[in-house]
């Protein structure tokens, strides 16, 4: 059973940085993407950032030099550092997990992926 669980949610004043983990139990798939979206209230969810088995990211437009997904494999944790937070970073944010490097390759993450987290809320402030 794949256990996905976020931490380090807060508020913060735009321009500053938060980090983002999520412990991952039960994922034993040697072929994998991991990823992180945000939803904020009204919006459509948005895929962040992903990374496959190979070690390839992917980010976001909207994030790309300011957010680093990277992961610990000896600590079953994925991370998402986040600098230069701005207001519009303001959402809950979801770690995912996906059983192919392929849903990272083919950009299909994005629509999101079999095995969610419950969130952790972020806020920037202005």
């Known amino acids: 059973q794949v256990q996905l669980v976020e931490s380090g949610g807060g508020s913060v004043q735009a321009g500053g940085s938060l980090r983002l983990s999520c412990a991952a139990s039960?994922?034993?798939?040697?072929?994998?993407?991991m990823g992180w979206f945000r939803q904020a209230p009204g919006k459509e969810r948005e895929g962040v950032a992903a990374?496959?088995?190979?070690?390839?990211?992917h980010y976001a437009d909207s994030v790309k030099g300011r957010f680093t997904i990277s992961q610990d494999d000896a600590k079953n944790t994925l991370y998402l550092q986040m600098n230069s937070l701005k207001p519009d970073d303001t959402a809950t944010y979801y770690c995912a997990a996906g059983n192919s490097w392929y849903d990272c390759y083919s950009g299909s993450w994005r629509y999101g992926l079999d095995f969610w987290g419950k969130g952790t809320l972020v806020t920037i402030s202005s």
């Open positions: 990374v496959d088995s190979d070690r390839d990211t």
């Open positions: 039960g994922y034993t798939y040697h072929s994998y993407c």
